[in-house]
């Protein structure tokens, strides 16, 4: 028997034109950007579809129109008559989509507070002082050590899947650690476009603010599992839900694990619900037998509900 899971990306599944096809066939994922542009006062998917991609790429606008990309198909998916999962589970920021899916978080109060979080990001880095960058090629071990041995800030920040290390830091801690990547081995070692160094201490800044903003909005125990990057547990209790979010802005989030652990809740199918199948992408290397499957077109979302 199939069982599915639905798990939904974060940062850097973005880029200008996403989901195109999607809003022009849904008038339902229209509608739901038109909520999230209202509710922080920005025109989201003229700048999901237009760009600039520089702004597109500012944390604080990131995070709003990738909760509303994760949403929107969420609910496209259900409306057409999908099933729901098994579990739940987001690629970082993708976690607030998987809460507002289980019902946990009103979608309304998910898009302020992630607002509000990316802005808390952007202020507790200065621009340009700090950096990510992926490392494919070389052991998590070995990208662990060289970061304990690199000078200044810098950790592993996402284990996305075998041999695929994101580390976060200081820039220039960042750029020693990838030119070490490089000398031991590394297959590719390349700084991200993205404008903090999300998932390590250099976060913790920002984690009253986050706190603050999540104690002014209602929890409820989720409908559906939700699996938390902090400690792959699903939480029923509101204050339990609310300190898993807090401190995921300074831990890792141990990606590779999560589906390993979706897959021995009996996951034998994944639903991406997000633009860019980036998660799909590195499913597939987590687990070559589960089957993977992107809601990002109206293709995708039709073999999703059929399956």
């Not at 920040?157 to 960042?174: D, K, L, W």
């Not at 992408?281 to 089957?291: K, M």
């Amino acid at each position: 028997m199939t069982h599915s899971a639905v798990v939904f990306p974060g940062q850097g599944s973005q880029s200008v034109g996403m989901l195109a096809e999607m809003h022009a066939a849904s008038e339902r994922v229209a509608r739901t950007f038109a909520e999230a542009s209202d509710a922080i006062g920005r025109d989201l998917w003229q700048l999901a579809s237009a760009g600039p991609g520089e702004e597109l790429n500012q944390t604080r606008w990131t995070q709003p129109v990738m909760l509303a990309a994760d949403v929107a198909l969420w609910r496209e998916y259900r409306a057409r008559g999908g099933d729901i999962p098994l579990a739940l589970a987001g690629h970082s920021l993708g976690e607030y989509a998987a809460l507002v899916a289980a019902g946990a978080l009103e979608f309304i109060d998910a898009v302020r507070v992630v607002h509000a979080r990316g802005e808390l990001m952007q202020q507790a880095v200065a621009e340009g002082e700090g950096a990510m960058a992926a490392i494919l090629g070389l052991d998590d071990e070995v990208v662990e050590r060289i970061c304990g041995d690199t000078e200044g800030s810098v950790v592993a920040a996402n284990y996305n899947s075998p041999g695929q290390v994101v580390i976060a830091g200081s820039r220039i801690s960042v750029e020693q650690a990838v030119e070490r990547c490089r000398q031991a081995g590394a297959r590719r070692a390349m700084l991200l476009p993205v404008s903090v160094p999300a998932h390590s201490p250099l976060m913790r800044p920002a984690a009253a603010g986050l706190a603050a903003a999540l104690a002014e909005v209602p929890i409820r125990a989720p409908q559906c599992p939700v699996l938390h990057n902090r400690d792959l547990k699903p939480h029923s209790e509101p204050e339990e839900i609310r300190q898993a979010l807090v401190e995921q802005l300074t831990y890792p989030v141990p990606w590779t694990e999560t589906v390993r652990e979706l897959r021995g809740r009996g996951a034998t199918r994944f639903l991406e619900c997000g633009p860019a199948r980036v998660l799909a992408g590195l499913g597939r290397r987590i687990d070559r037998d589960a089957e993977w499957i992107a809601l990002e077109s109206p293709d995708g979302m039709q073999q999703a509900v059929a399956a």
